[in-house]
């Protein structure tokens, strides 16, 4: 997994977003990052993303995400899920409907506590 990435490791961010798109079944938002961004702009943006979330809260790591155009909540959370499994968690429409989670970034900061506070009541490892 690919865990964050260091300072100077050179990583092909939009093909890691492009696999992390088609695992996600969301070839469509590919297009529209492709669409709404150059290419320069778009790896810049997911670079620049992508090196520091190991330094920011979970509300913070899901703003700067969503800041990129054309990714929302679900497909943001779809790459932090990649980037670090054990800390992050998909919260697409289907769970903010079923589960009443707002897709911004405190609704997603919430979702996370929520399910952190569950898995240690219930001893589930995330």
């Known amino acids: ?5 260091s300072a100077g490791e050179q990583v092909n961010v939009l093909a890691f977003s492009e696999d992390v798109c088609r695992w996600g079944e969301g070839l469509r938002v590919w297009g529209n990052l492709g669409r709404l961004n150059t290419r320069g702009e778009l790896k810049s943006a997911l670079e620049k ?3 520091h979330i190991a330094e920011l809260s979970d509300e913070d790591a899901i703003a700067e995400g969503i800041k990129i155009r054309g990714l929302r909540v679900s497909f943001a959370s779809k790459h932090l899920r990649m980037m670090d499994p054990d800390k992050y968690a998909v919260l697409d429409e289907v769970l903010s409907e079923g589960l009443g989670f707002a897709l911004n970034a405190k609704g997603y900061r919430l979702f996370l506590t929520s399910l952190r506070h569950f898995s240690s009541m219930h001893s589930i490892s995330v």
């Open 1 to 5: 997994m690919w865990k964050g990435i």
């Open 49 to 51: 993303w992508l090196k």
